[in-house]
């Protein structure tokens, strides 16, 4: 087979791999919508506007919570990231049998994404460069989500940042004056829906209780 036809043979398989995708993610949703933090896959503009935004240069593995299908973890490998670097923890089952298919050199494991400590399974020792979030938080109140969010940044490396997809146009997460920072990308409209990237930076010093 040509170069140019081995090309066009993966070009195929992706469009089925991602049609297949869009009607997994929705039949997903339809059934258990609130364990779902995105109706369809992200684009390749959200995803790699979430890359761009995560601190992927610092020292140590990187840390995906809630991969789906891969989209995000796509937009890892494109920036450069080694896949030995990367930590996906999935909670569908189904999801996380394909990405051990899809990705069979990242460690892929299936469990609680807000529960690390019993996921990892290290009792906290370990700390990551960067922590990309994509499990839905909206159901709980935001003294909840705040409280979450800082049991993450204790899983930081000293610089690191916690991004977060939402189609929320406000912060999902309320910032703590001296305990952390929100900053957002500019919404990208090249998504189903429309949204923004939100980066949590943690305040050097402060308390991540």
Avoid at 33 to 43: E, N, T
Avoid at 50 to 69: D, F, W
Avoid at 76 to 97: H, K, N
Avoid at 137 to 143: A, E, F, G, K, M
Wanted: aromatic share 8%; proline share 6%.
């Amino acid at each position: 087979m040509s170069g140019h036809d081995s090309n066009r043979a993966h070009g195929t398989e992706r469009m089925a791999e991602d049609s297949g995708d869009w009607a997994r993610f929705l039949g997903t949703w339809l059934k258990h919508p609130l364990k779902m933090g995105a109706v369809a896959a992200s684009s390749t503009a959200y995803c790699d506007e979430m890359v761009a935004r995560s601190t992927i240069g610092n020292k140590g593995r990187i840390l995906e919570l809630g991969p789906g299908l891969g989209a995000v973890t796509r937009a890892l490998l494109r920036a450069g990231v080694e896949p030995e670097r990367i930590v996906s923890i999935e909670y569908d089952s189904q999801f996380a049998t394909a990405l051990k298919t899809r990705f069979p050199r990242i460690d892929i494991i299936e469990g609680d994404g807000f529960d690390l400590d019993k996921t990892l399974g290290d009792g906290g020792a370990e700390t990551f460069a960067t922590i990309l979030l994509a499990i839905p938080i909206v159901n709980l109140r935001q003294s909840e989500r705040q409280a979450l969010l800082q049991r993450y940044f204790r899983r930081l490396a000293p610089g690191g940042n916690l991004t977060q997809l939402s189609y929320l146009w406000k912060p999902p997460i309320e910032p703590i004056a001296g305990r952390f920072t929100v900053s957002s990308s500019d919404i990208v409209w090249k998504n189903i829906p429309p949204a923004r990237v939100w980066v949590y930076t943690p305040v050097e010093g402060g308390s991540a209780r």
